[in-house]
């Protein structure tokens, strides 16, 4: 557990762990969501280690951005079982909101506010931190994010001005200044350029050293780059989860031959 946040460090502190598996951060099992009517999620069974790298992958509508807002309880109705750092997610200390912080979560499109880059960075803490921030913090969560040195000289002005490139690594150095036991991206370079494309791999594989990450990619390449465990998802269900070695050269089932082949499949 990140020890950085004083107020989930209290909560966390008189929570009742449930039982306890050594070196994982996250076990979700039998995870299941219906959505209109239809189920969208089916028996969702992984765990994510302490740290390192997670690529979640599959075609188009295979439910991955469903299960990453599932896990950051964007969806309240999921049944099964989630534990975050053996607690279950339903009785997090502090509630959803101090669980959200724990999982933070990176979109596709970045969505900074309309206010300076250093405002952007502190706005998730409370107001006292945010009027006054924890010494480093700012520097240090822009440097993880490897954005310092694009925008250490303009702290002061506005988000806005960055590049889209520039703006995603700004998500990530704000999901991390509430120091987060893991991150969850959502195709997070998916419209940016090779540049920035490299510069987030970089900023991620750097934070793996520390963190579980789950990053949803459609970029088999990046996927190879990027290794750790995949995960490969069809039609709302897990079908196989192996090491990035493997999978991309010895795929097990013929579901995840196809998608590598063609990038679909046809579970569904
Ligand atoms: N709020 C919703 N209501 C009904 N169906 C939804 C909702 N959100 C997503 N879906 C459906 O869930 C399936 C999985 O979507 P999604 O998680 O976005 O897939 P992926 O990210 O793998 O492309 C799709 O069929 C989509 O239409
Ligand atoms: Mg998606």
């Known amino acids: ?74 969806h309240a109705d999921w049944q099964g079982e989630m534990l975050i750092m053996n607690h279950h997610a339903r009785q997090w200390p502090g509630g959803t909101d101090a669980l959200r912080h724990q999982m933070g979560l990176i979109a596709q499109k970045p969505a900074v506010f309309p206010c300076s880059i250093e405002k952007n960075v502190t706005f998730g803490l409370s107001s006292r931190e945010r009027k006054h921030p924890p010494a480093g913090l700012i520097e240090r969560v822009l440097r993880q994010a490897v954005l310092w040195d694009e925008v250490k000289d303009r702290l002061h002005e506005s988000a806005a001005i960055l590049s889209i490139g520039q703006q995603q690594r700004l998500c990530i150095a704000r999901a991390l200044a509430l120091s ?17 494309k490299q510069l987030i791999e970089a900023s991620l594989s750097q934070l793996a050293e520390t963190m579980p990450l789950l990053c949803v990619t459609h970029d088999i390449e990046q996927a190879q780059r990027l290794g750790g465990q995949i995960i490969f998802m069809c039609d709302g269900r897990i079908i196989e989860i192996a090491s990035a070695d493997t999978f991309f050269t010895r795929p097990e089932r013929l579901e995840a031959r196809e998608f590598l082949r063609w990038s679909t499949c046809d579970c569904s």
């Open 180 to 196: 987060p036991s893991m991150l969850l991206l959502d195709e997070p370079t998916a419209s940016l350029d090779p540049r920035s």
């Open 1 to 74: 557990m990140n020890t950085k946040r004083k107020t989930s460090d209290m909560l966390v502190a008189t929570a009742q762990p449930a039982t306890t598996t050594d070196g994982v951060s996250l076990q979700v099992s039998g995870l299941k969501l219906s959505l209109g009517g239809k189920n969208i999620l089916r028996d969702i069974s992984f765990s994510l280690r302490e740290h390192g790298i997670n690529i979640l992958i599959g075609p188009s509508g295979a439910g991955k951005s469903t299960l990453l807002r599932c896990l950051n309880q964007l």
